[in-house]
Each structure stands twice: as structure tokens, then as C-alpha cells.
């Protein structure tokens, strides 16, 4: 019995994979790692996770019945950790600071990567996966990748590299000769939408797989049919650069002009670094962050939810959010570019309304009709065979279908 085990367990394929997001840390980045342990298909595969160590956690552990390997980093003290019950005016001198930090720290990651590629040659993998940010976890990956010609190498982009806008030129130029050393050795390049992945097109010629791996939801709560006594607008995580809810207030405000009704906005771990017009002071009601599961039951109890993202230059930007809103099948006030894969999403899955990021009048209109939805309570007939297949579990499921292509290939 024991011998047959040893036996299957040697003919599974060995799988790395370089997170430096990974659990107990929160975030989009860390529940996209996680998905991918937890849906790896484990029959198959033995899957090894390197991720960093803050210093709390155990030196090696198993979480989702994969080996987590935790590496330390060198720690900077001198930074300051916003919180969420931050003054705005507080939570900006935060974040200058940590900026001005960040132009005087050299390869903050250094140690990590050292000491990661000293765990890594210690392995034997038939793939390895790295997933970035930081850009440290590439070139771990591709280290790896020129020492062992025969491993095949996945590079998970979630978002773009040199092709992002809010880095400085000197950091994009850097990224730009890593891309340029990944598309000589990887074998298939992965990321959250078609946009991002058709960039990627361009810049890494030599590659022959690209999949789009959409980030997902992953819980198995049920979505209900409730409807509260006031209408009530559910928003669900943070707010930062560009991303503010100022244009959405004033849509809101134009809208309880003409209907002289009571809402309740309701907003879930976000930081308080905006401005609230006086008028809606008393409507709104701040929740602390929450356990991912835990957010998800208030996303389901709300009338609708409130995803806001800005017109920018880049598109293929979905944001972690949008997948347990249509998750909880009502009506999303989707105000974001229209021409973008979020706007898309949503109008091909009759899952809410669109308006344009900075057109008051459109955002009020989309209001309304929310409005009227829960006012007559009309359910919205949401495609709900297809919103179920955005279950993180399907979205890992190409991933293991890509390894087996890809080892289809090798052989």
C-alpha cells in the first residue's frame, strides 16, 4: 500500500510557483495565488509554493494541501502603514512619504530574490510558474528557467509591466529588458484579460501560448432575492489614485434631486481618503475590512453594488471586485469606461448598468434605473450559467489544461 502510494505520488508532476502574494496577506494578488493552489488539480500535480516571510509566519507549512515555503525579506521600518480609519489629510502625507521612501530604497527585494533562487536550486520542477509583482519573481523564474532548460516556465503577468502608465520611465525601461529576456525563455504567458494579453502579444514575439486567466470568485454562497426597506448601494473596498467616488456622488446627487427618496450607501473596508458632499453624510455608513467570505454576504444582502473605475489610457481592466458582484447576481451601478472589458462583462451577462466615469448626467440615469429595479423589485434576468463558470475553480482550470499542452508539446 505504502509502495503504491510512493509510486503515485513520483508520477505526479512537480510544479513551482513563485507568489510573493500569497496567505495570511489580503488582497486581489494573494486571492489569485491562493485560487491556484487550492484548484490545482492535485491528482496530477505536487505543487510547491515560494512565497516571502514577514517574519510571523513559519519558515515552511501547508496550506490547501500544497508545501508553502516562506523566504524572508529585508524589512524597512520606516514605513508607514496606512489604515483605514486614516483622516484624509493623514492618509495622503502616508502615502508621499512611503513614495518618497520607495526613490531611495535599491532593490528592496534583494534578499528575497538571493534567497529565493538558493530555495529554488534545490528543486527539481518540470514547470514553474511566477507571478508578477514584483519583478523579482520573474527573474527568480527565469534564473531557474537558463539552469534548467528542460523545465517549462509560465509567467503570470496579472497586469502589465513596462506597459503601465503610473510607473515612473526609468522603472518601465527596466521591465521592458525583463520582458525582453522573458520572451527568449518562457514558454506561455498568462494574464487577467484580453487587452493586457494582446499587449503582451506584441512585445514577446517568440512566445507561442498566451491564456487569459480572469481572477474570479471563489466562495459558494448563494445569491438571494432580497430587498432592503431602503434602498441601499453597496461599495466594496478601497479607493486610490485616480480611483475616487467623486463623480458618482454628484450623479447620485443629481438623481435625489428628482426623486426625493432615502438610500443608504454602505462602503466595506475602505480607506476614508475623499471628499463626502455635506448632503450625503448622513446616508453613508463605513464597515471595517472584512474576510473576503464575510464582504461577500453584505455584496449579496445589498440592493446593488457600486464599481467604480476611471477612463485611462490602458484598457483590459476588470478589477477584483466585479467577480463576487456578479457572483451575487444583482444589479452592479457600473461607473467605468464603457469601452472597456469591465462595461463589456457586465451589458453581455445582463448584470447592471453602465455609465460613462465622468458623464453626471449618464451616471444618474443608471441610478434610476437601479432605483426602479429594486422599487418594483424586477430581478434582473442575469446570465447565470455563465456568471457561474467565473468561479475561480474554472478560471484554474485552463491553467491545468495549459500545463498539459504545453507538456503535450515537451514530449
Given amino acids: 500500500m505504502l509502495e503504491t502510494l510512493s509510486n503515485s505520488m513520483k508520477e505526479k508532476v512537480k510544479i513551482g510557483l513563485i507568489a510573493y502574494w500569497f496567505p495570511p496577506e489580503n488582497g486581489v494578488a494573494v486571492l489569485r495565488m491562493n485560487a491556484f493552489a487550492k484548484y490545482f488539480d492535485k491528482d496530477k500535480f505536487d505543487l510547491t509554493v515560494f512565497t516571502v516571510n514577514n517574519g510571523d509566519e513559519k519558515t515552511e507549512e501547508i496550506i490547501e494541501n500544497v508545501k508553502v515555503v516562506r523566504i524572508p525579506n529585508t524589512k524597512n521600518k520606516f514605513v508607514l502603514n496606512e489604515k483605514l480609519n486614516d483622516y484624509r489629510f493623514v492618509h495622503i502625507l502616508k502615502v508621499a512619504w512611503n513614495v518618497l521612501l520607495s526613490n531611495f530604497i535599491k532593490n528592496k527585494h534583494q534578499k528575497w530574490l538571493n534567497l529565493l533562487s538558493d530555495n529554488l536550486n534545490q528543486y527539481k520542477f518540470e514547470v514553474l510558474i511566477s507571478s508578477y509583482a514584483p519583478k523579482e519573481a520573474h527573474l527568480a523564474g527565469l534564473a531557474y528557467k537558463i539552469r534548467n532548460s528542460k523545465t517549462l516556465w509560465i509567467a503570470d503577468m496579472r497586469d502589465e509591466m513596462s506597459k503601465n502608465l503610473h510607473l515612473k520611465l526609468k522603472d518601465r525601461k527596466e521591465l521592458s529588458k ?37 481572477n474570479g470568485f471563489d466562495h459558494e454562497l448563494t445569491a438571494t432575492e432580497n430587498y432592503n426597506e431602503i434602498f441601499t448601494i453597496n461599495y ?71 464599481l467604480i473605475l476611471p477612463k485611462i489610457q490602458r484598457k483590459g481592466v476588470y478589477s477584483g471586485k466585479i467577480f463576487d458582484y456578479l457572483s451575487a447576481r ?82
Fill in 178 to 214: 525583463i520582458e525582453n529576456e522573458i520572451n527568449k525563455y518562457a514558454n506561455a504567458i498568462i494574464s487577467v484579460s484580453k487587452p493586457i494579453l494582446d499587449d503582451f502579444r506584441k512585445i514577446m514575439p517568440s512566445i507561442k501560448h498566451f491564456a487569459e486567466i480572469r
Fill in 236 to 306: 466594496a473596498g478601497i479607493f486610490y489614485g485616480s480611483i475616487k467616488p467623486d463623480t458618482f456622488f454628484n450623479g447620485l446627487l443629481l438623481f435625489l434631486e428628482k426623486n426625493k427618496i432615502n438610500i443608504k450607501l454602505q462602503f466595506i473596508g475602505t480607506n476614508k481618503n475623499f471628499n463626502i458632499p455635506i448632503q450625503l453624510r448622513n446616508k453613508i455608513v463605513f464597515l471595517p475590512k472584512l474576510e473576503n467570505k464575510e464582504a461577500v454576504r453584505y455584496i449579496i444582502k445589498a440592493d446593488c453594488n457600486l
Fill in 330 to 411: 444583482k444589479p452592479i451601478i457600473a461607473v467605468v469606461d464603457t469601452e472597456d472589458v469591465a462595461a463589456d462583462l457586465i451589458r453581455n451577462l445582463n448584470a447592471g448598468f453602465v455609465a460613462e466615469f465622468d458623464d453626471i448626467n449618464m451616471i444618474a440615469e443608471t441610478i434610476e434605473k437601479a432605483y426602479y429595479w429594486w422599487k418594483e423589485k424586477k430581478g434582473l434576468c442575469n446570465n447565470k450559467s455563465e456568471i457561474e463558470k467565473l468561479h475561480r475553480k474554472y478560471q484554474v482550470e485552463k491553467l491545468n489544461n495549459l500545463i498539459e499542452k504545453l507538456r503535450n508539446e515537451n514530449n
